[in-house]
T-cell receptor
Framework: DAGVIQSPRHEVTEMGQEVTLRCKPI?????LFWYRQTMMRGLELLIY????????DSGMPEDRFSAKMPNASFSTLKIQPSEPRDSAVYFC?????????????FGPGTRLTVL | QQQVKQSPQSLIVQKGGISIINCAYE??????FPWYQQFPGKGPALLIA?????SEKKEGRFTISFNKSAKQFSLHIMDSQPGDSATYFC?????????????FGGGTRVLVKP
C-alpha cells in the first residue's frame, strides 16, 4: 500500500513566485492535515480537511497561503507570493475516519527553499 | 493552554543506555498522548501512544510513563541503539474532538553513540 504521497520533494524558488505543493492521502482516509516544520517553530498545523471540506485554517500564517482539496485523493497548498521566511519542510498527513482512529500518517515532506 | 512543552531539546546517549524525554501539558481536555519518531529526510511516524487511564505503556524497548496529576508524560528508550537516533515528538489531543488536532512538543533530537 502506498503511503501519503507528496510532490515535489524539493522546491527552490525565488521570492515573489507562486509555489504549489501537492498531496495524495492514503485511500480511505477522510482527514487530511498540512503541517510546516522549521527549526525555530517546530511542527505547526496549518490547516486540516474532513471529507474534502476545510475545518480549521487557524494555523495558516497569512493570506498568501491557501489550501484546497477538490476531491478525496488530492490536495494542494499554495503560497503566492512566496517569501524567504516561508522556507521550511511542508508535510501532509492523513488519517482514518472515527474518533478513536488517531494515528496520523505523514508523507515524506516537501522541502521548500525561497531565495 | 494548547502548549505541550518538551525537554530536553537534544540528548546524546551511549549504545545500551536509557534515553528519557519529558513532556508537560496544561490543557486538561487532552486525553490521548502519542509519540512520533522522525528520521532525517522522512515524515514523523507514530511510535507509541497512551491514554490517561493507564500510568504506563510498554512496546518493546519503548515505554511511556504518564502522570495525570502532574500533567506530565515521558518516553523511555531502553537499551538505546544507534538505529534509534532520530527526532522524537510528543503530542496531545482530546481524543473525541473533531479532527483530533495534535498539539506537538518542540521535539528532541536523540543521538545514540555506538
Amino acid at each position: 500500500d502506498a503511503g501519503v504521497i507528496q510532490s515535489p520533494r524539493h522546491e527552490v524558488t525565488e521570492m515573489g513566485q507562486e509555489v504549489t505543493l501537492r498531496c495524495k492521502p492514503i485511500s480511505g482516509h477522510d482527514y487530511l492535515f498540512w503541517y510546516r516544520q522549521t527549526m525555530m517553530r517546530g511542527l505547526e498545523l496549518l490547516i486540516y480537511f474532513n471529507n474534502n471540506v476545510p475545518i480549521d485554517d487557524s494555523g495558516m500564517p497569512e493570506d498568501r497561503f491557501s489550501a484546497k482539496m477538490p476531491n478525496a485523493s488530492f490536495s494542494t497548498l499554495k503560497i503566492q507570493p512566496s517569501e524567504p521566511r516561508d522556507s521550511a519542510v511542508y508535510f501532509c498527513a492523513s488519517r482514518l475516519p472515527g474518533p478513536l482512529r488517531n494515528e496520523q500518517f505523514f508523507g515524506p515532506g516537501t522541502r521548500l527553499t525561497v531565495l | 493552554q494548547q502548549q505541550v512543552k518538551q525537554s530536553p531539546q537534544s540528548l546524546i546517549v551511549q549504545k545500551g543506555g536509557i534515553s528519557i524525554i519529558n513532556c508537560a501539558y496544561e490543557n486538561t481536555a487532552f486525553d490521548y498522548f502519542p509519540w512520533y519518531q522522525q528520521f532525517p529526510g522522512k515524515g514523523p511516524a507514530l511510535l507509541i501512544a497512551i491514554r490517561p487511564d493507564v500510568s504506563e505503556k510498554k512496546e518493546g524497548r519503548f515505554t511511556i510513563s504518564f502522570n495525570k496529576s502532574a500533567k506530565q508524560f515521558s518516553l523511555h528508550i531502553m537499551d538505546s541503539q544507534p538505529g534509534d537516533s532520530a527526532t522524537y515528538f510528543c503530542a496531545a489531543t482530546p481524543i473525541k474532538a473533531a479532527g483530533n488536532k495534535l498539539t506537538f512538543g518542540g521535539g528532541t533530537r536523540v543521538l545514540v553513540k555506538p
